[in-house]
């Protein structure tokens, strides 16, 4: 039973616009929530984070958004580019060490 | 840079073949993890390990089995191949503190089981 739920498949976008991923958990112990991106044949690599204590977290052109009460988070990517074009994974913890992760999303960005 | 290493990006085995897929880590991680990603399924958690010779099971761990000897060193091993653990695997290292910084992937092994 998948406790982090990523219900959106794929995800296209034109250059320049914004993308939203969004993400759904169902464990309420998680409290540190990151996102993965992943190119074919290579391994994930980290994206960004958030803590429970926070509800948004900035980096460039993404940023995270948590809302604790509907067990829901987003990643914004804005202005969104071809290099984007990927898999992205949201993953979740409860501090044990283990990574609970959604199915993924895959995003196309269109020139 | 962290760098994990999984010693094979493509492997073909057969059915019932036993298979060691291995990965090394050059960080010093207290932790270590394996991976398998299927579509539509994500990454699921099959073993973990935070020390050498300490070993968990992760969420599919039936078929397979893990070994820890060193502590840059785990490896995955399917005693008896079946075809429905044709997938692609991911080994993956952390620092036994830093959880919130993520693990650090290697690129993976995509098994076919024939």
């Known amino acids: 039973d998948q406790q982090v739920k990523q219900n959106s498949p794929s995800l296209s976008v034109q250059e320049g616009r914004i993308s939203i991923l969004n993400c759904d958990y169902t464990n309420s112990m998680f409290d540190y929530f990151l996102w993965y991106k992943k190119y074919p044949a290579e391994g994930p690599t980290f994206l960004i984070s958030?803590?429970?204590?926070?509800d948004k977290n900035e980096d460039g052109r993404f940023t995270v958004f948590l809302n604790k009460s509907a067990k829901h988070l987003s990643l914004h990517i804005v202005p969104s580019q071809p290099g984007d074009s990927a898999v992205y994974f949201c993953a979740a913890t409860s501090n044990d060490y283990k990574l609970s992760f959604g199915a993924g999303t895959t995003v196309t960005v269109r020139a | 840079d962290v760098k994990v290493t999984q010693s094979s990006r493509y492997l073909v085995k057969r059915t019932g073949e036993k298979v060691f897929l291995e990965c090394v880590q050059d960080m010093d991680h207290e932790n270590m993890f394996w991976y398998r990603q299927d579509p539509g399924l994500g990454l699921r958690l099959i073993y973990f390990?935070?020390?050498?010779?300490?070993?968990e099971k992760g969420d599919i761990p039936e078929g397979y089995s893990v070994s820890r000897e060193k502590k840059e060193r785990f490896s995955l091993i399917l005693e008896s191949a079946s075809t429905n653990q044709t997938s692609m695997y991911l080994c993956a290292s952390s620092l036994m503190d830093r959880v919130g910084y993520g693990y650090t992937f290697g690129s993976g092994t995509r098994l076919t089981v024939v």
């Open positions: 958030i803590s429970s204590i926070k």
């Open positions: 390990s935070y020390d050498v010779k300490m070993k």
